[in-house]
Each structure stands twice: as C-alpha cells, then as structure tokens.
C-alpha cells in the first residue's frame, strides 16, 4: 500500500504554535539572506552581524532606526486593519506621497500667518485627508465594478509620484532651491519639535505609538473590530449577519490610507523640511510596512516591534552599503526574502501537511 501527502486546513492552532511559526520563518528569510551574501562572496554571519550592528550598535544608529520606525508603525497600524478584512491595500506608498503633498501645501501656504501650535495640527489634518483621499478610489473600484484592489492600490503609487514630480518641477519648484526640484523650504513654525540632540520628530512618534493603542482596542475591543473580523474571516456570514461590508471597507480604508499620509507629513516636516523627490521622502515606506503588518501577525501592538524590526534592517542595510559594497538594491532583497518567508509560514500556520495511505488520500 502506498502513502500519499494530504493538506489539510487547520481548525485552531495555539499562540506558542504560532510564535514558534513566526520564529521558524523569520529563521527561513534571514537563512534565504546569509544564501545570498555567501554567494556574493562574503561572510553571512559577519554581514547579518553588521547589519544589525550598523542600526544598534551605536547611538547614531539606535537614533536613525527609531527615526525610519516611525513611518513604519503608522502605515503599519493602518495596514492591520484592512489586511485583516482581507482587503489588500498594496497603495500605502501614495497615500504617504499623497499626505506630503497635502500637509506641505498646507505648511508652505499658511505657515506665515499661523503660529505652529495651530498650523502642525492643521497639517496633520491635511495629510489625513491627503491619504484618506488617494484610498477612495480603490474601495469604489472594489466596491461598484468589483476592481481586484491589488492592482488599483499598486497603479495610483505610480500616479501620485508622478504628480508630486510635476509639481516640484513645475508650479511648486522653489524659487530659493537654486535650481534643484524642490519646493520652497517649510517655514520655521510647520517645522516639527524634536527629542534634542536627534532627528526623531515628537509628534509623529507620539501619533504612531497612539494608533497602534487606539487600532488595538478598536479591532479587538469594539462592534466594529467585531464586525471587521467577521468581514475577514467569513464575508458571507457577514452578510448573512446583516453587516455592512461597503461600510466597513470604506472606514478602515480611509483610516489606513489617512494614517499613510499622516506619515508623509512627518518625513517632510519632521525630516526633510521641503517636498522633493517621490524616492526622497519615502525609502519604501509603504511597501515595508506590508511586512511590518505581516510580522505583526495583523495585531496593532505589536506594529511598534516589527515596525523597529525592520527599521533596523533599513539602517543596517544602508551601513552594510558602505562598508561591504553592497548594490543599493540589498534592502529590498532582504525585505522581500523576509515577506516571502513570512508569507510561507502563515501557510502553514493555517494549514498542516499529513501522510495518508493513497486509498485516503
């Protein structure tokens, strides 16, 4: 009698299961990047040493991990909440475009007549509403003409940075940049605070560690987190429920993408001061933070680990740059070695493999 490979979808699993999963793939990524550095000829253990070294090792490095973590755990909360409705929102990256472009509108038009304490939160408000706005048309889409999300969210991160490059070389191009795409610098009073002595700008570190709490108790705490997991889980009983799916696709779509562009206008108030280049402002924020939302395993909370997670591969990877002469294109290998794995993992958290004889099977 033969035996023969059957898979089977696992009714339940425990949390300890699951963390050892989460373990073993993040086990399986960094396995699948010492590969590559040994087929680029380098030491793996010495290369994934200096990465983290590079993002922890120093002061400086510590500094700039939370200062690129802060980005990732706004997108990241926002990213929790739609992925865990299984609505794929791949668009993150414009909607931060999106947000830096209303929230510098807002900062270089009105940053004279208003004193900061009104004019940051203004901004913020714009950027949400920059964000918010580049997430509507995918939910119509989804919604009216049953558009697959993935492809809409991916095609508008192409529009906006296109926009935002029209814009910085055209109408908006600062006429006291010397010539280079930027716009005019932001004045003095739409410039962020920050934790003297670095670059980590308060207020969006603040913003982001308050919505990983407010999503949290939102998701797990409320009718609507009830009713958004239901969605997840089992969109047909949802509606057999009485649920309003377009309503809580239109909501956690608009937080998600309001939280993007809230992000975009901490990096260009609390880092850059003037809007520029689309790769400028963002380093991949809102394709990373895709990840940040998959190791978080869809919990809010824990955004703010994964999020400093990958912050220090970001870090690490530009050290490892420098002092290993690596392509500038290594992070986004990693990233997407990491996903991959991630993603291979969560397989087979849902699902186990059995030997059965053939007659079973």
Same mark, same amino acid.
């Given at each position: 009698?033969?035996?023969?490979?059957?898979?089977?979808?696992?009714?339940?699993?425990?949390?300890?299961?699951?963390? @050892?999963?989460?373990?073993?793939?993040?086990?399986?990524?960094?396995?699948?990047?010492?590969?590559?550095?040994?087929?680029?000829?380098? /030491?793996? @253990?010495?290369?994934?040493?200096?990465?983290?070294?590079?993002?922890?090792?120093?002061?400086?490095?510590? !500094?700039?991990?939370?200062? %690129?973590?802060?980005?990732?755990?706004?997108?990241?909360?926002?990213?929790?909440?739609?992925?865990?409705?299984?609505?794929?929102?791949?668009?993150?990256?414009?909607?931060?475009?999106?947000?830096?472009?209303?929230?510098?509108?807002?900062?270089? /038009?009105?940053?004279?007549?208003?004193?900061?304490?009104?004019?940051?939160?203004?901004?913020?408000?714009?950027?949400?509403?920059?964000?918010?706005?580049?997430?509507?048309?995918?939910?119509?889409?989804?919604?009216?003409?049953?558009? /697959?999300?993935?492809?809409?969210?991916?095609?508008?991160?192409?529009?906006?940075?296109?926009?935002? /490059?029209?814009?910085?070389?055209?109408?908006? +191009?600062? +006429?006291?940049?010397?010539?280079?795409?930027?716009?005019?610098?932001?004045?003095?009073?739409?410039?962020?605070?920050?934790?003297?002595?670095?670059?980590?700008?308060?207020?969006?570190?603040?913003?982001?560690?308050?919505?990983?709490?407010?999503?949290?108790?939102?998701?797990?705490?409320? %009718?609507?987190?009830?009713?958004?997991?239901? !969605?997840?889980?089992?969109?047909?009983?949802?509606?057999?429920?009485?649920?309003?799916?377009? +309503?809580?696709?239109?909501?956690?779509?608009?937080?998600?993408?309001?939280?993007?562009?809230?992000?975009?206008?901490?990096?260009?108030?609390?880092?850059?001061?003037?809007?520029?280049?689309?790769?400028?402002?963002?380093?991949?924020?809102?394709?990373?933070?895709?990840?940040?939302?998959?190791?978080? %395993?869809?919990?809010?909370?824990?955004? !703010?680990?994964?999020?400093?997670?990958?912050?220090?591969? @970001?870090?690490?990877?530009?050290?490892?740059?420098?002092?290993?002469?690596?392509?500038?294109?290594?992070?986004?290998?990693?990233?997407?070695?990491?996903?991959?794995?991630?993603?291979?993992?969560?397989?087979?958290?849902?699902?186990?493999?059995?030997? !059965?004889? %053939?007659?079973?099977?």
């Amino acid at each position: 009698m033969g035996w023969s490979i059957k898979i089977e979808r696992r009714s339940s699993c425990s949390t300890l299961f699951s963390f @050892l999963i989460m373990l073993a793939s993040l086990a399986g990524g960094f396995a699948l990047i010492a590969l590559l550095f040994f087929f680029y000829g380098l /030491n793996p @253990l010495q290369a994934i040493w200096e990465i983290f070294s590079g993002s922890l090792g120093s002061l400086y490095g510590i !500094v700039e991990t939370i200062t %690129k973590a802060i980005p990732l755990v706004l997108i990241g909360t926002g990213l929790t909440l739609v992925f865990r409705a299984k609505f794929w929102n791949i668009g993150a990256e414009g909607q931060l475009l999106m947000g830096a472009i209303f929230g510098g509108y807002v900062g270089l /038009n009105l940053g004279a007549s208003l004193p900061s304490f009104l004019l940051i939160p203004l901004m913020f408000a714009a950027g949400f509403a920059g964000g918010a706005l580049w997430a509507l048309p995918p939910v119509i889409l989804r919604l009216r003409f049953n558009v /697959n999300e993935v492809i809409s969210t991916l095609m508008l991160n192409y529009i906006v940075a296109e926009i935002l /490059n029209f814009l910085i070389t055209g109408p908006w +191009k600062g +006429k006291s940049q010397m010539g280079f795409p930027y716009t005019d610098d932001l004045p003095p009073s739409a410039i962020l605070s920050f934790i003297p002595g670095t670059r980590i700008h308060t207020s969006t570190l603040f913003l982001g560690l308050a919505s990983a709490a407010i999503l949290y108790v939102m998701v797990y705490h409320t %009718k609507f987190g009830y009713e958004l997991r239901v !969605v997840g889980d089992n969109p047909h009983a949802a509606r057999y429920a009485g649920i309003d799916i377009s +309503k809580i696709t239109l909501t956690m779509m608009l937080i998600s993408g309001g939280l993007a562009g809230i992000a975009g206008v901490g990096e260009v108030a609390g880092v850059h001061h003037h809007l520029s280049y689309p790769s400028s402002i963002s380093s991949g924020y809102g394709y990373t933070a895709i990840i940040v939302a998959w190791l978080s %395993k869809l919990n809010p909370l824990w955004t !703010v680990f994964s999020g400093l997670f990958f912050a220090c591969i @970001l870090v690490g990877g530009d050290a490892i740059q420098i002092s290993l002469g690596l392509p500038v294109a290594t992070v986004q290998i990693f990233n997407g070695m990491l996903l991959l794995s991630l993603i291979t993992g969560d397989y087979f958290l849902n699902h186990q493999v059995k030997i !059965v004889p %053939k007659e079973r099977a």
